[in-house]
């Protein structure tokens, strides 16, 4: 434990797949973790299975879509640890699966309240913070999703592409303020919200292993991998950029 010794990280959807693995990474590096979902079962077990391994991590309950829950959200990280070093703003669902003309409101008005209000609502808080003490990292998941078409899911294509459009803002709004900010743009990932996919349409899961040239789906493990890079000092002069973790998906 060297990258993160002794700092305060932020993880949301920290409950479940990538947002879990990527929790448990930063605490085996040493960081104090403040684990976030708006699954409090789920977030609690992230929690208490870095407490089982010695690490440090506290569960804060928090619907990203609601500002006075991240509000208070961050002030408990603060309240907490002192200060918020890193923050992974993870937390994002997917549930379309029709073309365009055959979306309804309420699903647009869902994705976009959790996956762009929320990281929005995020970054708006945490970055104060980071103002406040002088500095930080800021990593954000989008997808593939964020950087090219996504047939069947066009309102999670613009979910994506609306995080990617933020975090290039905010990197060059807030770089003169020690502030880093970067997106994760995942491919197909073996997740609980992939498996809901498949078991949706089985018939779709050989395929999509098939749209990565490395010819599988991609382990929640691989982009919390990365998202613990960009938040280290390794990727000190990385700044609005959108890194593809995507077995070459999005290369071809
Ligand atoms: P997951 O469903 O396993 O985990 C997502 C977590 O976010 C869950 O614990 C859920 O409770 C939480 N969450 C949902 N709405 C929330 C809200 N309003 N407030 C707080 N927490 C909330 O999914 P995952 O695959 O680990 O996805 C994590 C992120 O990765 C998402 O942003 C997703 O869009 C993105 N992503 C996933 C894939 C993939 O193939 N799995 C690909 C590209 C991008």
Redesign the pocket.
């Known amino acids: 434990a060297i990258a993160f010794d002794g700092k305060a990280v932020l993880v949301?959807?920290a409950?479940?797949?990538?947002?879990r693995a990527a929790a448990l990474s930063f605490a085996r590096e040493g960081a104090r973790v403040a684990v976030s979902?708006?699954?409090a079962a789920?977030g609690e077990e992230t929690a208490a299975t870095i407490r089982q391994a010695g690490g440090e991590a506290v569960f804060i309950r928090?619907?990203?879509?609601k500002s006075l829950d991240v509000q208070a959200l961050v002030a408990g990280v603060v309240e907490r640890y002192g200060r918020l070093d890193c923050a992974f703003n993870?937390?994002?669902?997917?549930i379309e699966h029709r073309p365009l003309a055959e979306a309804d409101e309420a699903t647009f008005d869902r994705i976009m309240n959790?996956?762009v209000k929320?990281v929005w609502l995020c970054m708006k808080y945490e970055i104060t913070q980071m103002l406040a003490q002088g500095g930080g990292v800021i990593v954000n998941?989008a997808?593939?999703a964020g950087l090219v078409g996504a047939p069947t899911q066009p309102i999670y294509a613009a979910s994506k592409h609306a995080v990617v459009g933020m975090t290039r803002t905010a990197a060059a709004e807030y770089g003169r303020a020690g502030i880093r900010i970067n997106a994760v743009c995942?491919g197909?990932?073996r997740?609980?919200?992939?498996d809901r996919a498949i078991e949706r349409e089985p018939r779709r899961a050989k395929a999509m292993e098939k749209v990565h040239p490395i010819g599988r789906l991609g382990e929640?493990q691989e982009i919390a991998n990365a998202a613990l890079w960009l938040c280290s000092d390794s990727a000190s002069f990385v700044t609005g950029h959108q890194l593809a973790v995507d077995g070459g998906l999005t290369a071809i």
């Open positions: 949301t959807g409950a479940s797949g990538i947002g979902d708006v699954d789920g928090a619907d990203v879509s993870n937390a994002g669902i997917e959790v996956n929320g998941t997808s593939v995942p197909i990932i997740t609980p919200m992939m929640a």
